[in-house]
């Protein structure tokens, strides 16, 4: 076991981790962030994706250990305190991009970055729906569809584009 | 784009997407202990022994077969001649079925210590034969209409694995074939695949003063708690299960299953001691419910105009080791054998089904129950007889379609379909699609060279909904057809609603808040829906069978218009108006032709629940109403799918051009929430048609044991599907069809007709794997790169 801390939504978390455990068997277990969600374990269906320096990361395959001295946003941290949520959350709610919500964390973080990392990106050409299909097929959801999903990212990008 | 700024904000979203959803899996609890199950690697084994000694010395309790309390077992029971009933015990008991099976539970204080002490549990297996196929492995012909096949027995009570058999029959068939223009013959297999909802199945038990609260991720909660009572020794008012948030249901979620038993019994050795299973997806992919491994040997019989005049046949359904809880071994293979002829009108008609008992994970439901096969076997019925007859495959479909002018139609197996909207449908979706100018590109990409296209199509009837008389096929100890409501006023003039239904992402929350918003008289924030809890919910059967919207829908419509007429009635004597002047808008009490309420709902519920003394006459304390509703038929949903494919010569990839698909969903409620239904089954389907397979090797392992193997469809397989709608309102208190399923019925149809349309040859295996298409591509002597 070893003593860490943990930068997480803005608030650095002191916590006690053996070497083997998941950075989303820390969040989950230990700081009570059960947004991040297990759908497979081994690194395939992206429910469990948060972002580590501003990037994705498959949170099941990373140790906790590994997350010391990073910035790490969870789906806990997207909304603001009164619960207004972030433009990206915003979306797939109004595009009905989520049923069950299992997968809808992992989902929207990853839309997250691609949102943000578009808007800087704006000269390299639209995002059309082909390339958001692209981007986002790291991530599995097994009751939208997906149409709901690829709607939502595409407001999102209007919105932050506009 | 599908947004509606009508539509209401779904109740549901704003904690899921904040990561507060409450699901099974993110339970807490003090004193919780973690479990994880030692499963068998050995499909058919006997168990020599079970050696604990290093998991105990591990700090780990151990449960076993031998451990008292384990002596139960799980027993599908039906009524029906010809099923034979087998025990599934909730730890493996002297032989293990499958590989995946539960052979011993290990508890620990966390799952990484559980696992590591699982490690250390020894079992001595001595293998058996393994039997994988429910068809051709030893299996002789079908000789005299009786099939036979020489195995070691999955279970000694049924020696030759059948543990179903029935035949379905109407008219004369033989005559009928005798006399046609033509018959066409097809054998066809379709794929083993399962539902995968993103979160697995989870459970946490806590036995605590006598009492059993166990909180599972089951579409089925009541259900649950009177199938386990028996079992773990309880009365059943002494248990209470809890379904919070689900992450997904698929149909995989309502069975109880052996790890659900066995969780429960160790809650109940260990009192006061939460204990905790999350399964992973291997454990998933090994062990929970899978569905859809068929075999069909079907002849369709058509006069020289094109009518369909009978068809016979048999069919195998792979039900796995055990015969699941409580659907029965008969789950598949009846509903195929039931609806295998679906919106065509047909007088002559024999089917044999059989479910086989195998050494492979148990069969069980998962959404559309045997007819995402059954329409493929029906649909490739139809495109041989079109070949055959030299007639356009769509000409031939709409000759036999059950028309309006025929409901209520009798289907040959007995069951009523109520719609006859498939050629609104099917003409809707040619629209849709531009079928003429797909059929000019396919036509000059046949003549100047190119990719092949394809157009496929499938037409089908989803019975939704299903009534005493319509679930009374199996003959279980239990019909199925009805749900409890309860709406309530609160003394805050709020509204809540107690509903037996269960939701796992269908947003029932939502539809039945507006559904009671709108029968009430109340806004829609106002009303709140609760369910899955057995101990606030009075009844329910829960979520599967697309009954949700029917059913629950329906008792929740009595429920509130009842309410509303003792609110309006209590109102009346409370402002001394007339009943019938009285209109309740969005909480306030109106007078018909004055501008300004008289009263308000609130004002209402505080008399009736705090001021006695304001109550007239023979008005008793409390605005809370409850009702049953029983559709006691079912309501058939029209459905039709048409789509565009192009077929890569180099690859024997797909790429759907274009998918279009139409269905009668009755009335409906909350479109977005019906277009995500449909959208969504429909991608299920095409996972189900193209990539998802569960493959056994020939010692019954499991060789697409995760998610790399198991190629479930992502946004970048599955297309942009166009979504049509006849609005026929059905013969039921909301007038819905169910409309939860339809979409998964159609696509390995659509692929297989597709590909026929393209290339004039026959796909009679499922998935539409690359490998299997450029084969069928070679065969058809289509040039790609050499």
Redesign the interface.
């Known amino acids: 076991m070893r003593d860490v801390e943990l930068a997480v939504n803005g608030r650095v978390r002191a916590l006690r981790v053996d070497d083997r455990h998941t950075l989303a068997d820390a969040l989950r277990e230990q700081l009570g962030l059960t947004g991040t969600h297990l759908g497979c374990e081994h690194g395939v269906c992206g429910a469990c994706t948060v972002l580590v320096d501003g990037e994705p990361v498959r949170s099941c395959l990373m140790f906790a250990a590994q997350a010391v001295d990073a910035e790490i946003t969870t789906i806990e941290g997207l909304a603001q305190p009164d619960g207004t949520l972030h433009p990206v959350q915003q979306a797939f709610s109004d595009c009905h991009g989520l049923q069950c919500g299992f997968c809808t964390p992992g989902f929207v973080l990853t839309a997250v970055h691609l949102v943000e990392t578009h808007v800087v990106d704006a000269a390299a050409g639209p995002l059309d729906r082909d390339a958001i299909r692209h981007e986002l097929s790291g991530n599995i959801c097994r009751c939208t569809g997906y149409q709901g999903i690829v709607d939502a990212v595409e407001r999102a990008v209007e919105i932050r584009l506009r | 784009?599908?947004?509606d700024a009508t539509?209401p904000?779904?109740k549901?979203?704003?904690?899921?997407?904040?990561?507060?959803?409450r699901?099974v899996?993110?339970l807490?609890l003090p004193r919780m202990r973690h479990v994880t199950f030692v499963r068998s690697p050995m499909a058919h084994a006997e168990i020599v022994s079970v050696d604990v000694a290093g998991t105990v010395a591990a700090g780990a309790e151990v449960f076993t077969s031998e451990s008292p309390g384990f002596e139960v077992a799980l027993r599908a029971l039906s009524a029906l001649p010809g099923y034979v009933e087998t025990d599934q015990p909730p730890l493996a008991r002297d032989k293990v079925r499958f590989a995946g099976e539960a052979v011993a539970a290990v508890v620990h204080d966390?799952?990484?210590l559980a696992e590591d002490a699982a490690e250390q549990v020894i079992v001595d297996y001595q293998p058996l034969d393994v039997t994988i196929g429910a068809w051709h492995q030893n299996a002789t012909a079908v000789t005299n209409g009786a099939w036979h096949q020489t195995v070691t027995p999955v279970h000694d009570a049924a020696p030759d694995n059948v543990l179903l058999q029935r035949t379905f029959e109407a008219g004369d068939v033989d005559a009928a074939c005798d006399a046609a223009a033509v018959v066409v013959r097809r054998e066809l297999v379709t794929n083993r695949h399962g539902?995968?909802?993103?979160?697995?199945r989870a459970g946490v038990a806590l036995f605590d003063d006598g009492k059993l609260t166990f909180w599972s991720g089951t579409q089925i909660p009541h259900l649950v708690r009177n199938l386990i009572a028996d079992l773990v020794g309880l009365a059943e008012s002494s248990i209470r299960v809890i379904a919070p948030?689900?992450?997904?249901g698929?149909g995989v979620k309502a069975v109880l299953y052996p790890e659900d038993l066995a969780l429960c019994l160790m809650a109940k050795a260990m009192p006061g001691t939460p204990v905790k299973w999350?399964e992973?997806?291997?454990e998933h992919l090994l062990s929970a419910c899978a569905s859809r491994d068929h075999r069909y040997e079907l002849e369709a019989a058509f006069d020289a105009d094109g009518r369909l005049t009978a068809v016979r046949g048999d069919m195998w359904c792979n039900v796995g080791a055990y015969s699941v809880m409580p659907w029965t071994a008969g789950i598949e293979p009846l509903m195929a054998g039931g609806l295998l002829t679906g919106p065509y009108k047909l007088d002559n008609y024999r089917c044999t089904v059989r479910g086989v008992a195998t050494n492979t994970a148990p069969a069980g439901p998962y959404r559309g129950v045997a007819r995402p096969a059954t329409v493929y076997a029906m649909e490739c019925l139809l495109d041989s007889g079109a070949a055959a007859l030299g007639m356009d495959p769509l000409d031939l479909r709409r000759i036999n379609l059950i028309g309006l002018d025929d409901v209520p139609y009798r289907m040959p197996t007995r069951l009523v379909d109520d719609t006859g909207h498939y050629d609104e449908c099917l003409d809707e979706a040619e629209r849709r699609l531009d079928l003429a100018a797909v059929r000019e590109e396919q036509a000059r990409r046949r003549r100047e060279g190119g990719r092949p296209i394809g157009i496929g199509v499938a037409i089908y009837n989803e019975l939704t909904g299903l009534g005493r008389a319509a679930s009374a096929g199996p003959r279980m100890p239990f019909r199925t057809g009805h749900e409890a409501c309860t709406v309530r006023v609160n003394p805050d003039g709020k509204v809540v609603v107690l509903s037996g239904v269960t939701s796992?992402?269908?947003?029932l929350e939502t539809t039945l808040a507006q559904v009671v918003a709108d029968a009430v008289g109340v806004g829609y924030e106002d009303v709140e829906v609760r369910y899955g809890d057995t101990d606030q919910v009075l009844w329910g059967f829960g979520a599967f069978s697309s009954r949700q919207a029917v059913i629950a829908g329906g008792a929740a419509r009595l429920a509130a218009d009842e309410l509303r007429g003792n609110i309006v009635a209590l109102a009346a004597e409370l402002y001394e108006a007339n009943a019938h002047d009285l209109d309740l808008i969005d909480g306030e009490i109106r007078v018909a032709g004055s501008p300004d309420p008289i009263g308000n709902l609130a004002d209402v519920a505080r008399a009736s629940w705090l001021e006695s003394n304001r109550l007239p006459a023979g008005f008793e304390p409390g605005l809370d109403v409850t009702r049953f509703y029983d559709p006691v038929m079912g309501a058939f949903a029209a459905g039709v799918q048409l789509a565009a494919i192009e077929l890569d010569p180099a690859t024997g990839g797909i790429e759907i051009l274009e998918w279009v698909c139409v269905e009668d969903a009755g009335r409906i409620i909350n479109p977005?929430?019906v277009?995500?239904q449909v959208?969504?089954?429909?991608?299920?389907g095409v996972g189900g048609a193209l990539y998802e397979h569960l493959v056994y090797d020939e010692l019954g392992n499991l060789s697409t044991g995760?998610?790399?193997d198991y190629l479930?469809p992502?946004?970048?397989?599955?297309p942009?599907?166009d979504v049509g709608h006849v609005e026929q309102p059905a013969d039921n208190p909301l007038g819905v069809r169910g409309v939860g399923e339809g979409?998964t019925l159609g696509p390995a149809a659509v692929i297989a007709s597709a590909i026929h349309d393209a290339l004039g040859v026959e796909l009679d295996e499922l998935p539409a794997s690359p490998d299997r298409v450029w084969s069928l591509m070679r065969r058809a002597e289509v040039g790609g790169s050499p």
Request: glycine share 18%; proline share 2%; hydrophobic share 35%.
């Open positions: 784009m599908m947004t539509a904000t779904r549901e979203d704003h904690r899921l997407l904040t990561g507060r959803g699901f899996s993110d807490q966390d799952r990484y539902g995968n909802p993103i979160e697995g948030d689900v992450g997904g698929f999350v992973d997806r291997s796992q992402g269908q947003g977005q929430i277009h995500g959208v969504g089954s429909l991608a299920q995760t998610l790399l479930m992502t946004a970048a397989e599955i942009d599907f979409g």
